[in-house]
């Protein structure tokens, strides 16, 4: 399974992005897509997630200002980014993990956000 993730760039504060991360591969079909970030000097954190039966998990620092997606037949996952903050700024990975037997995660190559004040 390959994660290719896109949609990152440079944003005022206040902006919005929207990052999009396809898979493709064997792909179990029940799994969770999600995002997670990793700001410079810090460790990597959980941003949202969603289930292949479209339940939804956000961080607490992004509720209310993103918004996770996805088409389960295209296997893609989307982020919506409203009201981006400086803090928003990291860089952002998608991950798949897959239920079956074992369970396996995939990671895909980060993308920039950086969010200017």
């Known amino acids: 399974v390959q994660l290719q993730a896109f949609g990152g760039g440079l944003v005022q504060a206040g902006g919005s992005l929207r990052l999009s991360c396809a898979a493709s591969?064997?792909?179990?079909?029940?799994?969770?897509m999600g995002w997670y970030r990793q700001a410079p000097g810090k460790q990597r954190e959980f941003v949202a997630s969603?289930?292949?039966?479209?339940?939804?998990t956000y961080a607490d620092s992004v509720k209310g200002r993103f918004s996770i997606s996805r088409d389960n037949a295209k296997n893609t996952v989307n982020l919506q980014m409203n009201s981006l903050i400086p803090e928003d700024t990291a860089l952002y990975y998608c991950?798949?993990?897959?239920?079956?037997?074992?369970?396996?995660?995939?990671w895909g190559q980060g993308t920039l956000v950086t969010v200017s004040s």
């Open positions: 991950n798949l993990v897959s239920f079956d037997t074992p369970p396996r995660t995939y």
């Open positions: 591969g064997s792909i179990f079909r029940r799994n969770v």
């Open positions: 969603i289930t292949s039966g479209g339940t939804t």
